[in-house]
């Protein structure tokens, strides 16, 4: 077991940990900030000219995928390999699929670089937060903390591979942006290489292996969309369609047999279960909203935005390096803000925090929906508008997510814990399927349409937003007795 000496604070492990989720999300938010760019730019320009709509479906299609494939990817890690040797193939997977996406010239490739690296996050990225947690037997403010510090590492690397892949990208090439996402990758699996002894005792296979009869369901439905794509009874947008209902149908039916049938479960448990759907619809509006940022946001950066400063045009998916920026300024304001209004008993109840943060989700695209009056005039707006529009929906993250997180952590049923954490990824995976699926809304032809489309997402996030606050009492009773 991984423990820390006299003179270290916490476990070198968090360390080695940190670093490879750094380089890890390098990649993942580097490449994604220029993947609906190179989707929807034309062939002149090295990219692969699609259709907005089909490049919104695609982009929603990989995002989603990426968190829907963390279920089959803590199964794999719980069952068979253990959490370290799922992060190890996990990381080569996902090295894999960049370098394919970097090979120019073939879109057979680059699509199947794109599922290759959404398997190979599905795999590693609910594994290596499950080690930060085992590094912490003892829980507390301490293991908090270290969180914390994980945190930081997942905002860094999005921050600087936004920031790196994007001047690439933009500004050398496309491919060479998507390489350097393959050499970061690399980068952290060295890293986690070199110094894995600090990880010994952790995220070790399991002593009895189940037999992987769920994995082999999971690959052929794959194998089936696949075949439906391939043969063009599905296309990405219809299959997004359908994705999308699917998501929604599995979900409602996994609550309610889990809250109305599940007779082992007492009325308090049931009440929670009612209440955790509950929080379900909000994120998943929410981040149906702030995942706009590698699409419609990048869309209106790239088209709408004066972005040259001093002769010089900033590359149009630098905007979402705002939000990594943003947490990295205001997470520990926030955190010290609920310990004072704790200290004061003053601190708002949890549904109150998510409505908060739904509100200020809604009033980030309030903000967009003035921004794009000038648009539809054919007038480029500043760059204070976006920064604006991000500024709100961080802060409204930092409201909503980690208290989203910890609350289905407190109110989870013990024999559906582990489930009701893949139900949390879930949300955010409706969240960004319909984030790319709007997307497909912004065409040149539509641009009139941009203020009512922003304004829609706006009213649904406040309005949600209110009623979370005005029922809390409700929702709180629910609880039962979980702040």
Request: net charge positive; charged share 10%; proline share 4%.
């Amino acid at each position: 077991m991984a423990s820390t000496t006299d003179t270290e604070k916490h476990p070198r492990g968090l360390y080695v940990l940190f670093f490879t989720e750094m380089w890890e999300r390098f990649s993942y938010y580097g490449m994604r900030a220029i993947l609906l760019l190179y989707l929807i730019k034309s062939a002149a320009e090295g990219a692969l000219g699609l259709p907005e709509d089909t490049s919104g479906a695609i982009y929603g299609l990989y995002t989603s995928s990426v968190y829907l494939l963390t279920l089959p990817g803590g199964w794999i890690a719980d069952n068979m390999l253990g959490q370290k040797k799922a992060i190890w193939w996990g990381g080569i997977v996902i090295m894999i699929g960049h370098i394919l996406l970097a090979i120019p010239g073939s879109n057979p490739i680059f699509f199947l670089g794109l599922c290759t690296v959404a398997v190979g996050t599905g795999l590693l990225k609910p594994n290596i937060s499950s080690i930060v947690g085992d590094l912490y037997p003892e829980g507390g403010a301490r293991r908090d903390a270290g969180f914390s510090i994980f945190y930081i590492g997942i905002n860094l690397g999005s921050f600087l591979g936004m920031t790196i892949v994007g001047y690439l990208g933009e500004k050398v090439g496309w491919h060479y942006g998507f390489g350097a996402a393959a050499v970061a990758m690399f980068l952290g699996l060295v890293g986690f290489r070199l110094n894995s002894k600090y990880l010994d005792g952790l995220g070790d296979p399991p002593m009895v292996k189940s037999k992987p009869t769920f994995i082999y369901v999971v690959i052929g439905l794959l194998l089936v969309i696949a075949a439906l794509l391939v043969s063009g009874v599905l296309n990405a947008i219809s299959l997004a369609e359908v994705m999308k209902y699917v998501i929604v149908t599995i979900t409602i039916l996994y609550f309610f047999y889990i809250g109305m049938l599940d007779k082992t479960l007492s009325i308090v448990e049931r009440k929670r279960v009612a209440v955790l759907f509950v929080f379900f619809i909000g994120a998943a509006l929410f981040w149906s909203g702030f995942e706009q940022a590698g699409s419609s946001l990048t869309i209106f950066a790239d088209r709408h935005t004066d972005r040259v400063i001093g002769g010089w045009e900033m590359p149009a998916s630098w905007f979402q390096t705002a939000n990594a920026f943003f947490i990295l300024v205001f997470s520990a304001p926030i955190g010290a803000l609920w310990v004072y209004l704790n200290r004061k008993k003053i601190n708002p109840y949890t549904p109150v925090k998510f409505g908060l943060g739904l509100i200020q989700m809604g009033l980030g695209f309030l903000v967009m929906y003035w921004a794009a009056q000038y648009a539809v005039e054919g007038i480029k707006v500043g760059l204070g508008w976006l920064t604006l529009t991000y500024l709100l929906h961080t802060l409204g993250e930092l409201f909503l997510s980690p208290v989203g997180l910890s609350t289905y952590t407190k109110l989870a049923p013990k024999k559906y814990y582990s489930q009701m954490m893949g139900l949390w990824f879930v949300a955010a995976s409706l969240g960004n399927l319909i984030a790319g699926v709007f997307a497909g809304n912004f065409n040149e032809e539509n641009v009139a349409e941009m203020p009512s489309l922003f304004l829609q997402v706006c009213l649904f996030g406040v309005g949600f937003g209110i009623v979370m606050i005005l029922f809390y009492k409700p929702f709180k009773n629910w609880m039962g007795g979980i702040q």
